[in-house]
């Protein structure tokens, strides 16, 4: 062969200033969840003060008074303890909830890319009535059927998230299912299933992940909301959103009350996206070369 | 003064510099051809021409049109220049074209941007454009949107777009790499003529020497950013200055280099029981419902195909987009079942769609795109091992794999790096390995080096035929361009609309055709001595 040609001309071009800010990105949004889950560790061992301890005599204390860095509430209870505790509900909740919806979602949206016809059309309209249910709803009524608390509002959250993501992989994969690797594979005679595992799971997972992470942050938020409404979280159980509502009464004279919860979940919810779009580039083998 | 004049180029990204010095003029209605294959610059160069660079790209140098300085332009002042004095037609112009805009009002809207014509006035010009260029029922035409028109029909509204202004210079990037022989022919004639009758100057871009040949009458040759060759088109390839253009030269196929065909030996008629028949196959796919109480409507893929394909050969299967060579590639090796007739290969019924095991060890397919057939995410390594993991064969994988490495000419060092790392024609090579891995009889090439600059392209060529040899194997070898398939195979069936039209030894067939298909084939087929563009295939 005359015109062998040199080896590796094909270097992809060096996303550099761009780069740097993803990097950043990711690394805040890593410590920000860390942070969160450190928290929400710690708070089982320890808080500064019982969170659930009601005391007559140090309602409503400013930040730092008598030893409480955030205050306390109208109850006496001490703020910062209650979001400490609070960091738990929170994180349960998005587990709890992206794990239903991608367990059902990914292999319901895989069905239906992998078989087309009918067997699609059929998946793809029960989604579509799902998601014709406000989350908000779908709660209410589970709640009603079963009983009020953290965990039936959220299998309500992770049902109504199921047709998110299974649109999601099913619109991914259809496009993958068409690329010639996967003609390939059947040439060398491998059945779907193992294809949608192997070639079309790793090509979407980027956009899984970061669809992972926004549902992790709204079910934080959906929680917030129905605790917010009463139907979450039961008292005594710490949560961010019923923290809200409580202060909802006091929020002209001690805005403090509404303000760190609030803050709490703002701050969550972003670390969660700014992870979700670290993962998604460190995930791609495209731009190993520019992180090296 | 030239009316382009373009000195000292050089584009850089970052310390590396893309296209390094480079110097050029273009006069007055002159035509220059720039030559070049993928990443050699010449694209970037049009693009510093038109002010177009990306941000992270930078541009030295000067270019000037009629004495005016473009380099440095503030955007506004280039923003009068773009479509007015330079105007530029890309390459595919399905997503050269918006979408969501009837094409009248786009080729209209050059004109009233630059000529500040009211709706109604650019609207009857863009028409009388849309008629220039060939476009039958232009008023019609106008009202349409692009996903409606034919790929030959939007490279003609892109034209007449680029030539709405009257612009002094157009700038053609790969116009008709996308498009069909027969269609490119057409294309190339309506460009040729208009920029003639304007007495425009153009600068055509391609990797397709004989392209370049019958449309311009300079030519610069581009390599790795640099000016490698330049002078009168026929003395550039006649002479062939450089060693690297005298490379380009030789990589031209015979029959892409004169009209006068030339004769091929015919080989041995075949003989013994086939490795594949192809029996009266038809394969149908229904479209969408338009009216629920229509009949959903069909097209005809194939048609009533029949072919014996017997062992050691290298069997042709030619026609333009569209024709049904993919469709039939496709239930050759499984991908899909025909809606009746039958398949068998090596005694295997294909057709039955189902067992299809044992054909897994006959039967393998090459693509034609060699970033879509390779699984980005898996390693080189994995990605030839992976039949051998399917198909349950037992052996030392890494030796099996780095054997095949060997046999496609790429260093066993390669496993642990990912396509992305390789240029075109070393994942092709990737993919010829895999394919090769389970050990079969049937290889089934799919235009395999369209997608490959065209040395890379001869140089692949050579490979599978090498490979044949080597392994014993018979290639069903599919493609668009007639001049391939004339090099490197025995026997050729030609396909129009599903049905084969001709059929027989390529020599034969492509030296003298007896079908009129065909022969519109041969003859839209650009040679390096520029005869083709007659006024018979010009001819719509």
Not at chain 2, 129 to 146: F, K, Q
Request: glycine share 8%; with cysteine.
């Amino acid at each position: 062969m005359s015109m062998q040609e040199p080896l590796l001309i094909h270097e992809p071009p060096k996303p550099e200033q761009r780069g740097r800010w993803r990097r950043l990105n990711f690394v805040v949004g890593l410590s920000i969840v860390l942070g969160v889950v450190a928290t929400a560790l710690v708070s089982f061992l320890w808080t500064p003060f019982d969170p659930e301890l009601v005391a007559a005599d140090k309602r409503l204390l400013g930040m730092g008074e008598r030893g409480h860095p955030l205050g306390t509430d109208q109850f006496g209870r001490d703020l910062l303890s209650q979001i400490m505790v609070g960091s738990q509900t929170a994180l349960f909740v998005g587990i709890l909830a992206v794990t239903i919806s991608i367990l059902i979602g990914i292999p319901l949206g895989g069905l239906a890319a992998a078989r087309r016809g009918w067997v699609e059309d059929v998946v793809m309209r029960f989604s579509d009535v799902i998601y014709a249910f406000p989350p908000v709803l779908l709660a209410i009524l589970l709640v009603a059927a079963v009983s009020p608390g953290t965990a039936s509002a959220m299998v309500a959250i992770g049902i109504a998230y199921i047709p998110i993501v299974a649109r999601v992989t099913r619109g991914a994969s259809l496009s993958i299912f068409e690329r010639d690797f996967v003609a390939a594979a059947r040439t060398y005679g491998r059945g779907k299933t193992f294809i949608f595992i192997r070639h079309v799971l790793p090509n979407i997972a980027s956009v899984l992940i970061v669809q992972m992470t926004i549902l992790f942050s709204l079910a934080i938020l959906a929680e917030a909301a129905l605790s917010f409404l009463g139907i979450g979280t039961q008292p005594p159980t710490p949560s961010w959103g019923r923290s809200l509502r409580d202060a909802q009464t006091f929020v002209q004279i001690t805005p403090r009350l509404a303000i760190w919860p609030g803050f709490a979940i703002a701050l969550t919810v972003l670390g969660f996206n700014l992870l979700g779009d670290g993962v998604r580039d460190a995930l791609d083998p495209r731009l190993e070369s520019s992180r090296s | 003064m030239s009316l382009l004049d373009v000195q000292n180029l050089t584009v850089s990204h970052g310390g590396l510099a893309l296209v390094n010095d480079i110097s050029f003029t273009v006069e007055r209605g002159q035509r220059l051809g720039i030559i070049g294959e993928s990443g050699s610059g010449k694209t970037l160069t049009a693009l510093a021409i038109l002010g177009l660079l990306a941000d992270n790209l930078s541009a030295r140098g000067s270019i000037t049109l009629d004495g005016r300085p473009l380099l440095g332009l503030d955007e506004e002042s280039m923003c009068a220049v773009r479509g007015d004095n330079i105007s530029m037609i890309f390459q595919e112009p399905m997503t050269a074209l918006n979408p969501v805009m009837r094409i009248g009002r786009q080729v209209a809207e050059p004109l009233r941007l630059h000529r500040d014509l009211d709706t109604d006035a650019a609207m009857s010009l863009a028409v009388e454009l849309l008629d220039s260029v060939g476009i039958e029922h232009p008023e019609r035409r106008a009202r349409s949107y692009p996903h409606e028109l034919s790929g030959g029909q939007r490279q003609r509204a892109m034209i007449a777009m680029a030539l709405a202004c009257g612009p002094d210079l157009v700038i053609a990037d790969e116009p008709t790499t996308a498009l069909d022989v027969t269609v490119q022919a057409q294309v190339l004639s309506v460009l040729r003529d208009q920029v003639l009758a304007h007495h425009t100057a153009l600068i055509l871009i391609t990797h397709d020497l004989p392209v370049v040949a019958s449309m311009t009458d300079k030519v610069i040759v581009l390599r790795d950013g640099e000016i490698v060759d330049r002078g009168p088109t026929g003395t550039v390839f006649d002479g062939a200055s450089s060693t690297y253009t005298a490379e380009l030269v030789a990589a031209v196929p015979p029959m892409s280099r004169s009209s006068i065909a030339e004769a091929k030996p015919e080989g041995d008629a075949p003989a013994g029981t086939p490795l594949v028949e192809v029996r009266d196959v038809h394969r149908q796919y229904k479209l969408r419902r338009t009216s629920l109480f229509e009949t959903r409507p069909v097209i005809k893929a194939l048609d009533g195909v029949s072919v014996d394909i017997y062992p050691g050969e290298t069997f042709g299967i030619v026609g333009e987009s569209g024709s049904g060579k993919s469709t039939l590639a496709r239930l050759i090796v499984g991908l899909d079942r025909p809606t009746s007739g039958e398949v068998h290969v090596d005694g295997i019924d294909v057709s039955a769609g189902h067992s299809l095991r044992p054909l897994r060890d006959v039967a393998q397919m090459v693509f034609q795109d060699p970033m879509g057939s390779l699984d980005p995410r898996m390693r080189v390594g994995e990605v030839i091992a992976e039949p051998l993991r399917s198909l349950g064969i037992a052996g030392d994988h890494p030796a099996r794999v780095a054997g095949l490495l060997e046999a496609v000419s790429l260093p066993t060092d390669v496993v642990d790096r990912y396509p992305h790392e390789f240029s075109g024609g070393q994942r092709q090579r990737i993919a010829i390995a895999r394919a090769l891995a389970p050990g079969p009889r049937l290889l089934v090439a799919d235009e395999p080096v369209s997608a490959l600059d065209m040395s890379v392209q001869t140089v692949t060529l050579e490979l599978l035929r090498e490979l044949k040899e080597q392994f014993d194997l018979t290639m069903i070898f599919i493609s668009h361009d007639l001049s391939v398939v004339h090099e490197i195979c025995e026997r050729v069936i030609v396909l129009e609309h599903g049905r084969i039209v001709e059929r027989g030894a390529v020599g034969t067939v492509f030296g003298s055709p007896k079908e009129p298909y065909t022969r519109t084939l041969v003859e839209a087929i650009p040679r390096l001595d520029g005869s083709f563009l007659t006024p018979s295939s010009a001819a719509r």
